[in-house]
């Protein structure tokens, strides 16, 4: 049953490359350029480019960048219009003040696609505020972030917050964040997160997380097909509160803390999980930070209930710490192991210290 997914390991990390085509510009896009945006020089095209969108919500239009690197100062709102260019190597956008630099995207229908954002330069991340995410989302519907490169975000990648919903992110790359590089919270619901390749970011390369003081819980979403690691400072793909998620067919390798991690944590003051379901991943040598103890796959509750979450047919390779691991001091409940193949780990190939743990047709366990 491992043939198939075994053959797709490979052992050097491969080309960051986009396989998703970016979103095809209308004939009747209004173009930023005509607007007074003009490409690669040192003139500020803020204004420009957010009058073409301003004008391109009151015409029903979308907004297109033609080829070039433009420069931007501050945020740039992008509310209910479709955003687009004709590949992230063609149309840039640059961010040159590190702190206020997030393009956010608001009400319903909202397309970024076929262009890159990057940030001329970084801050640290302190106070992790949203102006330095590179993309916000906030309480938008029916969105869709496709084909886009995002690079050295002070804070987060991507963005999904203020309980937004019906949004689609899909065949982006994203890297070198400080923060996360996608994060989807605040009580967002029905999130597709497919496609993506995300590397070398300064905490989780893709989060589900609900806080206690959210007035509703993150849920509904899938997280599909995604590429992820890479020399990443935390965990792979976490779901630290959150209900009703789904993460399968992903490849996650090198990240310094668990490649896949559950959890309730009270040190943050997150939600109880329930409902998730890990399925045919392949997760590779991960848990690598020397002062850490996090297996390839941790479920871990130190406060709340976590309960029914499924592990199916999933690789787990080439730990340091050891394969799978479920402890902590709060009240687990069912967790399921089915199918899953373990193989070159070191350390104890499963710890299970709590929970009502069923396991069947595993290898290696």
């Given at each position: 049953m491992f043939t198939k997914k075994e053959a797709a390991i490979e052992e050097e990390p491969v080309e960051v490359k986009q396989t998703v085509p970016p979103i095809k510009v209308p004939e009747d896009a209004l173009s930023i350029v005509d607007e007074g945006a003009t490409p690669n020089d040192e003139s500020d095209d803020l204004a420009a480019i957010q009058s073409t969108l301003d004008r391109a919500a009151e015409e029903s239009k979308a907004v297109y960048i033609p080829p070039g690197n433009y420069r931007l100062s501050g945020i740039l709102t992008v509310n209910g219009v479709q955003l687009l260019g004709d590949g992230a190597d063609e149309a840039?956008?640059?961010?040159?003040?590190?702190?206020?630099?997030?393009?956010?995207?608001?009400?319903?229908?909202?397309?970024?696609?076929?262009?890159?954002?990057?940030?001329?330069?970084?801050?640290?991340?302190?106070?992790?505020?949203?102006d330095k995410n590179s993309i916000t989302v906030r309480s938008a519907t029916n969105f869709t972030i496709?084909?886009?490169?995002?690079?050295?975000?002070?804070?987060?990648?991507?963005?999904?917050?203020?309980?937004?919903s019906e949004g689609k992110v899909i065949g982006n790359s994203v890297q070198?964040?400080?923060a996360d590089g996608i994060h989807i919270t605040?009580?967002?619901?029905?999130?597709?997160?497919?496609?993506?390749?995300?590397?070398?970011v300064g905490d989780d390369t893709i989060a589900v997380v609900s806080y206690e003081e959210n007035s509703q819980v993150t849920r509904d979403i899938m997280i599909r097909n995604n590429d992820v690691g890479y020399n990443s400072k935390a965990r792979g793909i976490s779901v630290?509160?959150?209900?009703?998620?789904?993460?399968?067919?992903?490849?996650?390798?090198?990240?310094?803390?668990?490649?896949?991690?559950?959890?309730?944590?009270k040190e943050w003051g997150t939600r109880n999980v329930k409902n998730i379901i890990v399925n045919e991943n392949i997760i590779r040598h991960t848990g690598t930070r020397l002062t850490s103890d996090h297996p390839n796959i941790l479920v871990y509750?130190?406060?709340g209930n976590l309960d029914e979450v499924e592990f199916n047919g999933n690789m787990i390779m080439d730990s340091v710490h050891g394969g799978?691991?479920?402890?902590?001091?709060?009240e687990i409940g069912n967790v399921?192991?089915?199918?899953?193949?373990?193989?070159?780990?070191?350390?104890?190939?499963?710890?299970?210290?709590?929970g009502n743990i069923h396991s069947e047709g595993n290898i290696g366990f």
């Open positions: 840039i956008l640059t961010s040159t003040n590190p702190e206020n630099g997030s393009i956010d995207v608001e009400g319903d229908g909202a397309v970024l696609s076929g262009f890159a954002h990057v940030y001329e330069k970084t801050v640290e991340r302190g106070n992790g505020a949203n496709q084909s886009l490169r995002i690079e050295k975000a002070s804070t987060a990648g991507i963005f999904i917050g203020y309980e937004s070198d964040t400080g605040n009580g967002s619901t029905n999130i597709i997160i497919e496609d993506n390749d995300v590397r070398a630290v509160g959150g209900e009703d998620v789904t993460i399968e067919n992903n490849r996650i390798r090198d990240t310094e803390m668990a490649g896949i991690y559950i959890s309730v944590e509750a130190s406060q799978i691991g479920v402890w902590g001091n709060g399921y192991f089915n199918g899953n193949k373990l193989e070159n780990n070191k350390g104890p190939s499963t710890n299970f210290k709590n």
